[in-house]
């Protein structure tokens, strides 16, 4: 049956009431007949949503991150926590999740191209009817990032530009199947200005990019004036152009290339090594080195190398339990006005991998046993090593630990990474004659621990203590076992 109050109807009906019982509740109303009229009827409509997929921080150094690889394409349907991209950032390569159910409809930052993090790099549309609008608000990102961007610089060449009737520098039409375009921002900002289609041109620059010029080329024109020097004029003396190079060069401090040498820019990982260890410099560090006798380590390392354990699980678990006995070596000052006391002890230990360091980090290392050390750390390599450490397993470190003794180095000194109040560099184990009490001497073998620390929390009586302790505990090593 149809509800009465859904269509503009009149309802009627008697009422027993009398004025004077209600006085309060309807002070002005006649209850001998009461009229109802509908409102009228009103339709929910459920708004489908267009998302943007960010760059994500995947580490707390990181700034910008490189896409290496869509593993979704566009058009592709999308369920909440499926993979869709792999980032590159400073540390390690990511696999970047969805938060939501759609459809990709737009890749705003393509392979290989890099974004800053917050950035949108794709467009999530929920429904098929809004693929069109997804990719529009894809379009209109790009044409913001193309209007942020400062065109190039202008190119030192004094060579005439080409004349305007040449039509063999046009770039030729694709005849092949969709591709995908790259272009520099600022000739997408051309190909607007002039309505010359990105799509049905070919680049000449690097991979196929096209440039400012094939834009210029295809609509026609010659080069605008700012890609000409403008200090480059005919009627110029030989004399001046030398005097303007000189001028523009002073300033800069770059000595020119090698001749016969590559110039090969740094990977994201090394830019984040390079920045981290420039941050380095502005900390006052000092360093002391200790003699550690290992005969006693040694023997245990035999015994327990069957079993998995490696001579870098040992050192961490050693140096764990002498920050165990001196905090203030696994404090950190980051501000310069204060310091922190860290409530756990997390060793991070320098990788070396293909382009560049990493430091995956044991968390709470004191309180694991040898052997599940020792398997986390081995799981950690193997993850280090694939690029796929996730952020809390490298920059979460409280002291860091660097061996070089495998490669036979006996002594070196290391960089303090910012944010740490000390880093151990542990060189080989080697036979040393020493004299003991009596004047006998004998052969036992030792190693050279040098710790640089921060001088503004650390101080030389704190950082010999700390290695006195680190010392007994290597040369009776049974406590590693408990």
């Not at 009737?165 to 900002?189: I, W």
């Not at 000595?255 to 410099?281: D, H, Y």
């Not at 764990?320 to 860290?342: E, I, R, T, W």
């Not at 997390?346 to 560049?356: C, D, L, Q, R, T």
Request: proline share 8%.
């Amino acid at each position: 049956m149809a509800s009465p109050f859904l269509s503009n109807c009149t309802i009627s009906f008697s009422s027993s009431l009398k004025y004077s019982t209600l006085p309060r509740l309807f002070p002005s109303v006649s209850f001998s007949s009461i009229r109802f009229k509908s409102t009228p009827r009103r339709i929910l409509t459920v708004r489908s949503k267009i998302r943007e997929i960010f760059m994500p921080a995947l580490s707390s150094t990181m700034t910008e991150g490189k896409i290496v690889s869509w593993v979704k394409s566009e058009g592709d349907l999308l369920s909440k926590g499926e993979s869709v991209v792999v980032v590159e950032s400073d540390k390690a390569d990511m696999d970047v999740e969805t938060f939501y159910d759609g459809i990709l409809a737009a890749i705003v930052v393509g392979e290989g191209e890099t974004a800053p993090v917050g950035a949108a790099i794709g467009i999530l549309a929920e429904t098929e009817d809004e693929i069109a609008e997804a990719k529009a608000k894809a379009a209109s990102k790009s044409g913001a990032s193309t209007r942020s961007a400062p065109p190039p610089a202008p190119a030192a060449d004094s060579t005439p530009a080409p004349p305007k009737s040449t039509p063999a520098y046009a770039a030729p039409t694709v005849t092949e199947g969709p591709r995908k375009t790259v272009a520099t921002p600022y000739a997408k900002k051309l190909a607007k200005q002039h309505k010359v289609d990105i799509e049905s041109l070919v680049g000449t620059g690097p991979y196929g990019r096209i440039t400012p010029e094939d834009i210029e080329a295809a609509a026609g024109i010659l080069p605008s004036k700012t890609n000409v020097g403008p200090v480059v004029v005919a009627e110029v003396k030989p004399a001046a152009p030398t005097k303007a190079t000189s001028d523009s060069s002073a300033p800069s401090s770059i000595p020119p290339p090698v001749p016969g040498s590559t110039v090969v820019p740094f990977t994201t990982m090394q830019a984040a090594v390079s920045k981290n260890m420039v941050e380095s410099i502005s900390v006052p560090t000092f360093r002391v080195g200790y003699p550690v006798t290992t005969d006693a380590l040694d023997a245990l390392y035999e015994k327990v190398k069957p079993k998995g354990v490696t001579m870098t699980a040992l050192l961490a678990k050693a140096a764990a339990m002498a920050l165990v006995q001196h905090p203030v070596v696994n404090s950190s000052c980051k501000d310069g006005k204060s310091f922190s006391y860290n409530s756990n002890i997390n060793i991070a230990i320098a990788v070396a991998i293909n382009g560049g360091l990493i430091t995956p980090v044991l968390q709470d290392a004191d309180k694991l046993d040898l052997y599940l050390l020792s398997q986390k750390w081995k799981e950690l390599v193997e993850k280090a090593r694939a690029k796929q450490l996730q952020p809390q397993e490298y920059n979460s470190g409280t002291f860091t630990l660097s061996n070089l003794g495998m490669f036979g180095v006996d002594r070196f000194d290391a960089i303090l990474p910012p944010g740490q109040g000390a880093i151990m560099a542990v060189g080989a184990s080697k036979p040393t004659v020493v004299a003991d009490a009596d004047g006998f001497f004998s052969v036992k073998n030792k190693m050279l621990v040098n710790v640089t620390a921060d001088h503004r929390i650390i101080y030389g009586a704190d950082l010999a203590a700390f290695l006195q302790t680190f010392s007994k505990i290597v040369e009776n090593p049974e406590s590693l076992t408990l």
